[in-house]
T-cell receptor
Framework: GAVVSQHPSWVICKSGTSVKIECRSL??????MFWYRQFPKQSLMLMAT?????????EQGVEKDKFLINHASLTLSTLTVTSAHPEDSSFYIC?????????????FGDGTRLSIL | DAKTTQPPSMDCAEGRAANLPCNHS???????VYWYRQIHSQGPQYIIH???NNETNEMASLIITEDRKSSTLILPHATLRDTAVYYC????????????FGKGTHLIIQP
């Protein structure tokens, strides 16, 4: 079946550093990928929509200069958390939409747990 | 996307059928009912979806009422590995937007 891979699966960084998270579609091409954030005991919240070859669109309240998204190819989107602080600690999850099967459900990665000290 | 309402938690004995309800009284005619689940510390996993007919796959069955205002996800023989948060999501089929997750139902399978 369709697989979405995220890397790294977990990361611990010092406050003030920038962290890059990768989301790859392994056996399909994705013109659209989505980034979510999930705080402990809460549900997933959509942060932004990543569009191949164009700018990402961000949900209300999500700072685009804080969370940089790059979708340079049909199989890779990256989320960079810039100047990360402890309040950015969360579980970040991506999903991807199959370009050739747009009516199929979105496929999710296994998430990246980010801890900022 | 239409709003959904699910019970916050449910228990089910291992080996029994788990029936998870979802209310979606404001569903539109072109909106599907999708079910995902999230096992602890993992990404959501797609389970099943349907428009108005009942659906069955290798994981579960989906029963949608005739008026489409509610549905039930059925796991026929629950195992301990089915313990997860189950999300019922209503959206247009093939929609290009991200998903809107509610709080879901935390299903706990008891040995």
């Amino acid at each position: 079946g369709a697989v979405v891979s995220q890397h790294p699966s977990w990361v611990i960084c010092k406050s003030g550093t920038s962290v890059k998270i990768e989301c790859r579609s392994l056996d399909f091409q994705a013109t659209t990928m989505f980034w979510y954030r999930q705080f402990p005991k809460q549900s997933l919240m959509l942060m932004a929509t990543s569009n191949e070859g164009s700018k990402a669109t961000y949900e209300q309240g999500v700072e685009k200069d804080k969370f940089l998204i790059n979708h340079a190819s049909l199989t890779l989107s990256t989320l960079t958390v810039t100047s990360a602080h402890p309040e950015d600690s969360s579980f970040y999850i991506c999903s991807a939409r199959d370009r050739d099967r747009p009516n199929q459900p979105q496929h999710f990665g296994d998430g990246t747990r980010l801890s900022i000290l | 996307d239409a709003k959904t309402t699910q019970p916050p938690s449910m228990d089910c004995a291992e080996g029994r059928a788990a029936n998870l309800p979802c209310n979606h009284s404001t569903i539109s005619g072109n909106e599907y009912v999708y079910w995902y689940r999230q096992i602890h510390s993992q990404g959501p996993q797609y389970i099943i979806h349907g428009l108005k007919n009942n659906e069955t796959n290798e994981m579960a069955s989906l029963i949608i009422t005739e008026d489409r205002k509610s549905s039930t996800l059925i796991l026929p023989h629950a195992t301990l590995r089915d313990t997860a948060v189950y999300y019922c999501i209503v959206r247009v089929g093939g929609g290009a937007d991200g998903l809107t997750f509610g709080k879901g139902t935390h299903l706990i399978i008891q040995p």
